[in-house]
């Protein structure tokens, strides 16, 4: 059975296993109507800013990202907390270190139901789509015409070293790694990718390549290592998708350990029940 | 950025040179690269045979699977009582360019003190109590293969229904513990222990820094990733006294680091900057002594700009050829806090006695300007 999950407008398909359960589609739209509130100044060096103008990174890579475009966010320059975060940031494209000038964003996190992925809007000014087509072009013949498929493993390695060959690899991942970390993101995470296991490239039919990525996730709260199996496709046509999503826990009694950080605000940090999505 | 690597390493190349005239032999050490336990234990013996004047060894604790807690004592010999400059590395095992840059660090003062007279003041006004790796037995563990390499605890077994290994030993310390940012699965990355101190590691440290409580002026530890100078308390209720001072060293720092290498460090209490998970040195320190004026968490930065790769994102695992990048920038922000320390040491300090481990409200530690 698929699941499918409209984020703000983008479409993807996500198939979960069994023991991962599905996750609840999240309706544009519907929010947490909490009371009118005034709009609260955020610190853009404070953590709610900063965690907040990640997801709003997670949220454009998903929408513009490729093995040849990688974006973060280069410093939140402005940040206010209403029932959602206003962001005013300054974005970079990570692959070149290429400023890509101002970009601003609403986060909405749901406070009342954390299983819900956020909410994001974002608009960026000036030229924000990195003209990669060449390059992008050029990694997809090379890969159509191999007479084998491609893998690589241990990205980086021990002492951080990435491959020039592989680094379209990375950000590849990287990319389809912001799908899996904007829906898990909450006002408690800060998700970045930190490491590849291995990949693997399928074999396909039809025009788009396909990948299969073991990829650790580490979040800078909980310090967690999350271990994700993704099933993604790209073409520079049909851009990223991610087509499977499997979290792999590092053993069965741990499985929630990553819930379980109390913290400032949430004194209750308990177990969730089964329906999250971790 | 290939370019200015390129020009600090002929800038060290040159110091070498200098340092050779001066009839020191510098080791073979190269302080690009990161090193094993048995390189690091081998290059503090060899640094210390080689600088007998200003350094010596003392280990001051056990871990888990027994190894040796060893830090190097560094300044210029005193006929006066001395105060000194905590700095310890590689409390979290996967943290890598932390020791690294403690490694970095002693090369840094022991190559320039006789060259450089800010440098001499300070040996002459402080001692250095540097470890290196802290975590012997994490960091052991994380060099075993790469599904190790991202071990972040001490290496001790888990209470008897838990088939996960380690603690936090940055949540272990006797000072609000198990309060906020800690996990008590015991899998967790920072479950903090059956109890309080229950790692040799956190003992090791505690038991050191109380019996110089009214020595130790500036508590550093050193960690990664992300490019931020935190300063205490890492509980979120909690202000330092003296909270106006530190962020100012802490700004200082961070324009030193932005002027010669056009990085941006944030600076702030952890609290505000990084989450509400309360960073265990910090309050520790408060509680043990009164003395204590800075206790600063230096984060050197990952692979973000100066990555020749680009390869973007701050990352866990910081490439290699950035490593001596990374030191200079960290040495950066420790020298405007260095001048700092030294100019408080040589003002006359009140004795101190140590206060109660409840007592939070004093304001007494404010140290007269």
Redesign the interface.
Known sequence: AHTVLYITGLQFVLKLTPHTPAASPSVPGQEDIQAAMPVEEL?P???PATRAAKVAEHFINTRYGSPFA?F?SS?VKKAGLEVRAKLHFTL?E????QDMGLCSAEVLFHRADERKPPQVQCTCSGAFQVNTSAEEEDLYQRLRNATSLLSGS?I???????D?EM?PF??LG?VASSFIMLRESNEST?L????I?NFTQMETKDAQLMFQYDI?L?D??????LKWKLLLSWSPDGGVKVLEAEWDP??R??E???L??????AAEQEMKGDNNNV | MLLSSSGFLGLLTLLGAASVALGLEPQNYDFSKYHTMPEISAWMEQTKKENPDVVSTMIYGKTYEKSNITLLKIGIKSDVKKKAVWMDCGIHAREWISPAFCQYFVKEILLTYKTDTKVEEMLKNLDFYITPVLNVDGYIYSWKNSSTRLWRKSRSPGPANCTCYGTDLNRNFYANWGMVGVSRNCCSEVYNGPRALSESEAQAVTEFVLQRSTEILCFLTIHSYGQLILVPYGHPNVTAPNYDELMDVGLAAAKAIKGIHGMDYTVGSSPNVLCECFLHLDMSVWNLFDSILNVLHVFPEQTQILDPLETGHVSLVSHTPSLLSCGTKANMALSSLRIRSSQRARRPMPEFTPSSPTSMTRTSMLLPR
């Open positions: 610190d060096s404070h953590y990688w973060g410093g970079k990570m692959t070149r270190n241990d980086p390695n021990s002492v951080g070293h990435i020039p680094a990375w950000h990287g800060l970045n990718m930190a490491h296991d650790l580490h800078m709260v909980s310090q967690e290592i590092k053993c009694s741990c929630r350990a990553h379980t950080v109390t913290t400032g605000i």
